[in-house]
């Protein structure tokens, strides 16, 4: 761990809409360590050596990232999580996260790879017994065996718990018996193992560890799909499996709680990972724009396009901000559990689940920035980038399928509500006494005083403030006035998610920039600044019409009225030239030829 991470104060979660932090307190990726930079160039040299060069080639046969996946395993990027004493190289989740985020680049195959190491793997890291640790870890490490995960069926994807697969003790207790059928599996045309979920008796929903070689076991066609065509997905089908006692993952009846946790930690490392596909369209946008010359003019240098890749690197800046912050909080989490001598399930999942809201925002925060991204770069290749000779048709396709698997966003934003409500009712954080202040201050004159003049950010610490006002006086409003109903009127769910992914990510943004700022002085950083000035101008606006829609759907009269007005206090900023923004993000990296914000 690096000693950045061990000198920072985390938040609980959920606790970033009710206390403000430091800029001593965020962890940002220009942290990296010189190992870490190292892994990071290794894992670069990989996808440039193995994957770039056979993009067309794996998109015509997923079955080649066996040969992909093997080599992974011989460089060792594939046991970067598993523990030392089962055969990994036991590294913290932040060397983990930098690796993930150049395997991003790797459209399919970064999803085959993931899909091995995450929610193939992290089952048996997570919950297996020492034994079955021993058995499958050293294995999945190196990449002899390969791994996948069961959970959806035809019948049920978001509602997973409402799987039909069933699982049945034999009479002489030695083994169950698995029948069911699973979809959408990636991995599923080669994995060895295969993770997956059965109810016991019809009932009891539980993970067990399925063997490619048990009889029985079998796989559909691959399917015909939109994008990562160089993943392998399939049907995955059990017909009278014995799958023996020992495979038993976790406890009898507890398998939601290995299926959410894993998802937990896999939301976070999807945005992790698209972050590495954004700014690698973004690079092949800059470039494009560069090269490609109408109106004997570099079409890079026309307002329309430097709109668009400021924009899209302010987008892609901020997630990021976002993403590292939570690996940090997620890393600290996990040593503090081990030092406090928790099991090793217990500490492993500890982080994830302490900070499941925040894993679920960065989940569609970040694809959802990977979607406009590919879509403006591809835009910004015009014919070209419709032609499959070029490299955004495929990273377009490539990109849309983040905001459907690991949870959808519209799943994902209304369990960050959910999650919120249940840690205030259990009594984990206070919503109820931010809340009660600002029915106060409606009542009250506005606060009309103005930010130090020599603080670079007061005015943006100011409206952060209140901008969580913003937020808790929709979310709290409608808490309020619907209670258990509010569970059912999910267009407000909605925009109450999407007010506290901008707040998370103004902050993120706002605490990186400080840091920098502190860290190399003003006028290094004042690209960075103003960066944070746009996403907040824009951000901002975003928070008013969400926060006016969720208004409007539950209050009338004189009570909506001067919620509004609270809202529309809550939302003012100062005005600011984004253009001028916008074009000197743009001409930086049109100067560099490149991203450049970091990395
Ligand atoms: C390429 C690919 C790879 C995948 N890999 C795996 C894998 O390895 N392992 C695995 O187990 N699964 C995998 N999946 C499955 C994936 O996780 C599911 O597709 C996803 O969870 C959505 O389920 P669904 O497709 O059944 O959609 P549905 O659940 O039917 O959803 C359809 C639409 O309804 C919305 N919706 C559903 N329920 C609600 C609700 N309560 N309120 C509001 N809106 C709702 C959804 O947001 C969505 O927009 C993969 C899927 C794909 C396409």
């Known amino acids: ?112 790879i993931g899909a091995h190491t995450g929610i193939g793997t992290c089952p048996i890291i997570y919950y297996g017994t020492d ?65 997956v979920f059965a109810k016991i008796d019809g ?105 668009k890749l400021g924009e899209m690197a302010i987008r892609t800046w901020t997630a990021e901000s976002a993403s590292y912050r939570v690996c940090d909080w997620i890393n600290q989490e996990e040593h503090k559990l081990k030092a406090a001598g928790k099991t090793m399930t217990e500490y492993l999942t500890g982080g994830a689940e302490e900070y499941q809201i925040e894993c679920a925002l ?30 955004m048709a495929r990273a377009y396709r490539d990109s849309r399928i983040n905001r459907i698997f690991e949870g959808t966003n519209e799943i994902n934003r209304m369990l960050s509500i959910d999650a919120l409500l249940k840690f205030a009712m259990k009594g984990k954080i206070d919503l109820m006494t931010p809340g009660m202040n600002i029915q106060k201050e409606l009542m009250s004159v506005p606060d009309f005083s103005s930010p130090d003049a020599d603080d670079i950010f007061g005015a943006e610490r100011k409206v952060l403030k209140n901008a ?32 506290l992914i901008d707040i998370f990510a103004m902050e993120s943004a706002l605490l990186r920039a400080e840091k920098l700022v502190n860290l190399h002085g003003l006028e290094a950083s004042q690209i960075y600044v103003d960066m944070v000035k746009c996403f907040f101008f824009d951000a901002l606006d975003r928070i008013n019409t969400n926060g006016k829609q969720g208004l409007a759907a539950f209050a009338s009269g004189d009570e909506l009225r001067l919620m509004m007005m609270g809202l529309k206090r809550f939302t003012k900023y100062e005005m600011i030239n984004t253009r001028d923004i916008r074009r000197a993000v743009a001409d930086k990296m049109i100067a560099e030829n490149g991203y450049c914000f970091w990395d």
């Open 362 to 391: 960065l989940k569609v925060l970040g694809s959802e920035v990977l979607d406009f991204v590919v879509d403006e770069a591809l835009q910004i290749h015009g014919g070209y980038g419709f032609s499959e000779e070029y490299p």
């Open 131 to 195: 034994e079955q640790r021993k058995k499958y870890l050293p294995k999945l490490a190196t990449g002899e065996l390969k791994a996948a995960y069961c959970l959806t069926e035809p019948w049920s994807g978001s509602d997973a718990l409402g799987a039909k697969t069933k699982a049945e003790l034999s009479a002489d207790g030695t083994h169950y018996v698995l029948n069911g059928q699973k979809m959408w599996i990636t991995n599923a045309g080669f994995a060895d193992v295969f993770v």
């Open 203 to 307: 009932d009891k929903f539980t993970g067990f560890i399925v063997e490619k070689g048990f009889e029985g076991v079998s796989t559909g066609a691959e399917e015909k799909k939109m994008g990562i065509k160089s993943s392998s997905t399939r049907q995955v089908f059990f017909n009278n499996v014995k799958v023996p006692v020992e495979n038993l993952l976790g406890e009898i009846g507890k398998g939601h709680k290995i299926a959410f946790q894993i998802l937990n930690i896999g939301r976070y490392k999807l945005c992790n990972g698209v972050l590495g596909g954004a700014k690698r369209a973004l690079n092949q946008a800059v470039k494009y724009a560069n090269e490609r010359q109408q109106f004997k003019t570099p079409i890079a240098q026309f307002g329309a396009i430097k709109h």
């Open 468 to 499: 969580k006002k913003a937020f808790l006086l929709v979310a709290g409003g409608a808490v309020q006035k619907l209670m258990m109903q509010l569970e059912k009127e999910q267009e407000i769910l909605m925009h109450a998610a999407d007010v």
């Open 1 to 112: 761990m690096s000693t950045a991470t061990e000198t920072k104060t985390a938040l609980r979660g959920g606790e970033f809409l009710i206390k403000d932090s430091t800029w001593e307190d965020i962890y940002i990726p220009e942290e990296i360590t010189e190992e870490q930079k190292m892994m990071r160039d290794m894992t670069k040299d990989f996808i440039r050596t193995e994957i770039d060069p056979n993009l067309d080639k794996l998109d015509h046969d997923p079955m080649l990232g066996i040969d992909i996946l093997n080599k992974a395993g011989e460089l060792g990027l594939l046991g970067l999580h598993i523990p030392q004493e089962f055969g990994g190289e036991g590294k913290d989740l932040t060397t983990f996260s930098f690796v993930t985020e150049v395997l991003g680049w790797g459209h399919g195959v970064s999803v085959a």
